[in-house]
């Protein structure tokens, strides 16, 4: 196990490997990842729609 893998890796890992869909009008983004933002011991993703700038937005608790 690498001593690099931290679970937030793995968590980003997840999304970065996981569809970018816009749920508001369904645009399917593949060329951007996801923003991850921290703050204590939440990690905030976000996706901007390309198509309708819609926010999609995912909070984890690690
Ligand atoms: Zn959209």
């Given amino acids: 196990m690498s001593p690099h893998s931290s679970p937030f890796e793995q968590l980003r890992e997840k999304f970065d490997s996981s569809e970018l869909e816009c749920r508001r009008c369904g645009f399917r983004d593949s ?8 703050s204590g011991s939440r990690v905030r ?3 901007v729609c390309s198509s309708c700038h819609a926010v999609e937005t995912r909070e ?3």
Avoid at 31 to 38: A, L, Q, Y
């Fill in 45 to 47: 993703y976000q996706f």
């Fill in 60 to 62: 984890l608790r690690l």
């Fill in 31 to 38: 060329d951007s990842g996801w923003r991850v933002t921290t």
